[in-house]
């Protein structure tokens, strides 16, 4: 056993030697980055299939999400950085330094969002209509992007020990102040070893992402209004991430508060989302009854 080895031990899963970086000619490459990397290449490949699908032009959702990623990583950092100021503000040039985590995903689709926006602006495209194409790409990316957390032994969740609980290694934790008092109460030694018990919620997020996925797919060949997709997105997912932050250790917490943050944003999103998908379901009620029964 070793200080890199992963277990979730009410399934029977071992995963020994899981690294955090590979070596290439002398330069380390985490995977976080990797892992990030290869789920935005996934989501630029169905976004273009989605445009190509509904006859939109290729060569415009190219700048869409040139700039859609370009601003959703620069938010995604920002936002982190804002509200965990207190990890950089004595050493200002490690800001510049993802290579080891440091991405908020809320950061990221508001950098994202204010990325579409910016092109749709100049290409007199209608946004909520770019909105719902290019949002299952959205989800891929964090469907694949939370698995960079798995590498990094980071945005986990307090002490579980549960069918799907997860066993890390406490010296191999990327922030021990991410370590709760509970699970010190419950350190399993392991051939010499101290494992911490844990919620994974970097794969109840992914697989509940999953499963947004695979349902809006569904509900994208019913759609009857523009935004419809987006805004079904951003309740699943804000419902979804309510549940999953409250059980997580590394809260970012709204400034001068104990209010976490993220959790904060995912009420505001699902409310939203529910007014502005009633009212448009209520405004089309007659014609939707309509269509049902012609």
Not at 169 to 198: K, W
Not at 247 to 259: A, E, S, V
Request: hydrophobic share 50%; proline share 1%.
């Amino acid at each position: 056993m070793s200080t890199d080895t992963l277990l979730f031990q009410h399934l029977g899963i071992k995963l020994a030697h899981v690294g955090q970086s590979i070596s290439v000619f002398g330069f380390e490459i985490a995977y976080y980055g990797m892992v990030i990397t290869f789920g935005m290449l996934l989501a630029w490949l169905f976004i273009f299939y989605d445009a190509k699908r509904k006859g939109q032009s290729s060569d415009d959702y190219m700048d869409v999400i040139i700039w859609g990623m370009i601003l959703g990583v620069l938010g995604a950092r920002i936002y982190y950085v804002v509200f965990s100021w207190s990890e950089y503000r004595d050493n200002l040039i490690n800001i510049l330094n993802i290579r080891q985590g440091g991405l908020a995903i809320y950061g990221g689709i508001i950098g994202g969002f204010i990325g579409v926006l910016l092109v749709c602006k100049k290409k007199k495209m209608r946004l909520l209509d770019v909105l719902d194409t290019v949002v299952l790409g959205v989800l891929i990316g964090q469907i694949f992007g939370r698995w960079g957390n798995f590498f990094n032994r980071e945005a986990f969740g307090g002490y579980s020990d549960g069918l799907l609980s997860m066993q890390i290694p406490m010296e191999a934790v990327r922030d021990p102040s991410d370590i709760t008092t509970e699970m010190m109460d419950h350190l399993i030694n392991i051939d010499g070893i101290y494992f911490i018990s844990v919620h994974p919620t970097f794969l109840y997020e992914s697989l509940w992402n999953l499963g947004v996925f695979l349902l809006l797919v569904y509900l994208r060949k019913k759609r009857v209004f523009v935004g419809e997709i987006w805004f079904f997105y951003l309740m699943l997912y804000g419902l979804g991430r309510f549940w999953i932050e409250s059980l997580r250790t590394d809260q970012l917490k709204l400034i001068g508060t104990n209010i976490p943050v993220s959790q904060m944003l995912s009420a505001i999103l699902v409310i939203v989302s529910v007014c502005y998908l009633g009212y448009h379901f209520f405004k089309m009620k007659d014609q939707l009854f309509v269509k049902k029964n012609s």
